[in-house]
């Protein structure tokens, strides 16, 4: 985290360096997370170490490993967690151009977690992928919901994000 908040300071091509060492640094440690969690499955601990592994893969920006770890997590992990990793597992999978995956997560999250605070943000991210689709009139539809919904105010970031897509998309 220190690698990326110094990499913000500096000029580009440090910059670019120091943001390469930190995903490297995050991946040693989605690595060292994941061997943790296998060593220590039997024990209430396990599901923490297995999303840690997760959530540093996702920084390092290893899509496919974020799958594959967050796949396991689901099978495994807590259900309070299960909206955050239905996020994620939509994220590395629209960057690894499998849309369909993608959606039948984000999909999950509309169906069983239509009330959490990540429902809005997973129609942002599945308006992302009805775009890369040429889905145009899906992916505004999932947009004006979250305009439209009382839940959210201007202020709030998934409407910002909502309005600003909605403008590039247009």
């Given amino acids: 985290d220190h690698l990326l908040e ?8 440090d910059r670019i360096a120091s943001e390469k ?20 499955r039997a024990s209430r601990e396990y599901p ?12 390092a920006n290893d899509a496919y490993r974020t799958v594959r770890v967050v ?12 909206a955050d990793a239905r ?5 590395a999978e629209l960057a690894l151009g499998n849309y369909n995956a993608a ?9 069983d977690d239509a009330k959490h605070p990540l429902s809005y943000r997973a129609r942002i991210v599945a308006h992302d992928v009805y775009l890369e689709q040429e889905k145009f009139a899906e992916a505004r539809k999932l ?11 201007p202020s709030s970031l ?12 247009l």
């Avoid at 110094?6 to 091509?13: G, H, S, W």
Wanted: glycine share 4%; charged share 30%; hydrophobic share 45%.
């Fill in 158 to 169: 998934e409407w910002r994000d909502s309005l600003f897509a909605m403008g590039q998309m």
């Fill in 6 to 13: 110094q990499a913000e300071k500096l000029p580009e091509d």
């Fill in 143 to 153: 947009l004006m919901e979250n305009l439209d919904h009382e839940a959210l105010t």
């Fill in 21 to 40: 060492l930190a995903r490297a640094k995050y991946h040693e440690a989605a690595t060292q997370y994941y061997r943790l969690a296998l060593m220590s």
């Fill in 103 to 111: 959606l039948e997560s984000l999909n999950l999250i509309f169906r």
């Fill in 87 to 91: 996020l994620a597992a939509g994220e």
């Fill in 48 to 59: 923490e170490y297995l999303w840690a592994s997760v959530e540093c893969y996702r920084l």
């Fill in 71 to 82: 796949r396991q997590f689901l099978e495994d992990g807590l259900p309070n967690r299960r």
